[in-house]
Nanobody
Framework: QVQLVESGGGLVQPGGSLRLSCAVSGSFVSSYSMGWYRQPPGKQRELVAVITSGGVRNYADSVKGRFTISRDNAKNTVYLQMNSLKAEDTAVYYC??????????????WGQGTQVTVSS
């Protein structure tokens, strides 16, 4: 059974940084694409960042240059480093496993989410 557990969320000031972690069990982060989604209050979920099994990274325009997705295969963990945070980044962040075809990421398994709040 595939399980994903996010951690690292919290309250941070604008301009600050957070690193989210996603511990995966029942699968291997090195074998599949991994994607971070977020859901701001009152809005739909949006795809933030993807790393493929081949190590190709893709980001939403809204976070490009500020967020970095990475993985530690030995720890079977995926990370989302978030820098220069803005109030608009406030959301519940979800880790997912999935597949990527022609740059189209399809999530299959979801974590429970972790809250990120950017506020003064």
């Amino acid at each position: 059974q595939v399980q994903l557990v996010e951690s690292g969320g919290g309250l941070v000031q604008p301009g600050g940084s957070l690193r989210l972690s996603c511990a995966v069990s029942g699968s291997f982060v090195s074998s599949y694409s991994m994607g971070w989604y977020r859901q701001p209050p009152g809005k739909q979920r949006e795809l933030v960042a993807v790393i493929t099994s081949g190590g190709v990274r893709n980001y939403a325009d809204s976070v490009k240059g500020r967020f970095t997705i990475s993985r530690d295969n030995a720890k079977n963990t995926v990370y989302l480093q978030m820098n220069s945070l803005k109030a608009e980044d406030t959301a519940v962040y979800y880790c997912t496993t999935g597949t990527t075809y022609y740059s189209d990421y399809v999530p299959r398994y979801w974590g429970q989410g972790t809250q990120v709040t950017v506020s003064s």
